[in-house]
């Protein structure tokens, strides 16, 4: 069964840009989250899609923002970027919203210059 | 909302020995608790979890334990080997009315000296 996959891998965007991530979930899974990580952050919440509905969302400005499609596949983007956006964003994906396995994507690096 | 704290940040140990990772959380309710493992430019994988009607797993070399009372769990990997070198992350996941959510602690940076 083929994993999680996330496009593109890197991205170089400048400061008040825009950028648009893709993740595509494991076959059957249904739920798919987001994180931000960076070196002195570690891995931070940004939200949670299960069914196309936000059911999560962690404490990030409204700049940040995502959706699901029917088939599970998700999306995040962020407007206006700034440098503190620079961070490598994982997705993962769950069968459903019990605590069940999370298995991550191989992420996108994102560098706001 | 939930909080796990991870320690220590940093570990070395020789190769052979044993290494331990301690977290803590804070909302009672978490009843899942994973561990990932992060290779230096990969992305994190899932090395063993549990769920709070247990009180240890194993898993060859590697073994966690819950104390739900003290609200702790640790990650004890044996017989360290080179290959184990990599930060290693804990979560808990505590239910509420929208559903699951994972927190993740800090990450400890394991490294096994040959």
């Known amino acids: 069964k083929a994993g999680v996959t996330q496009t593109p891998r890197y991205l170089i965007k400048t400061r008040g840009q825009q950028v648009t991530l893709s993740c595509s979930p494991i076959s059957g899974h249904r739920s798919v989250s987001w994180y931000q990580q960076t070196p002195g952050q570690g891995l931070q919440f940004l939200f949670e899609y299960f069914s196309e509905t936000q059911r999560n969302k962690g404490n990030f400005p409204g700049r940040f923002s995502g959706r699901q499609f029917s088939n599970s596949r998700s999306e995040m983007n962020v407007s206006t970027l700034e440098l503190g956006d620079s961070a490598l964003y994982l997705c993962?994906?769950?069968?459903?919203?019990?605590?069940?396995?999370?298995?991550f994507g191989p992420g996108t690096r994102l560098t706001v210059t | 909302g939930e909080n796990v704290e991870q320690h220590p940040s940093t570990l070395s140990v020789q190769e052979g020995d044993s290494a331990v990772i301690k977290c803590t959380y804070s909302?009672?309710?978490?009843?899942?608790f994973p561990w990932y493992k992060q290779e230096l430019g990969k992305r994190p994988q899932l090395i063993i979890d549990?769920?709070?009607?247990?009180g240890e797993k194993k898993d060859q070399r590697i073994a966690v334990t819950l104390n739900k009372t003290a609200k702790h769990f640790s990650l004890h990997i044996t017989e360290t080997q080179p290959e184990d070198s990599a930060v290693y992350f804990c979560?808990?996941?505590?239910?509420?009315?929208?559903?699951?959510?994972?927190?993740f602690g800090g990450g400890t940076r394991l490294m096994v000296k040959p």
């Open positions: 979560a808990a996941s505590a239910r509420n009315n929208a559903g699951n959510m994972l927190t």
């Open positions: 993962a994906s769950r069968r459903a919203q019990t605590p069940y396995e999370q298995y």
């Open positions: 549990i769920r709070s009607n247990v």
């Open positions: 909302d009672s309710a978490s009843n899942y």
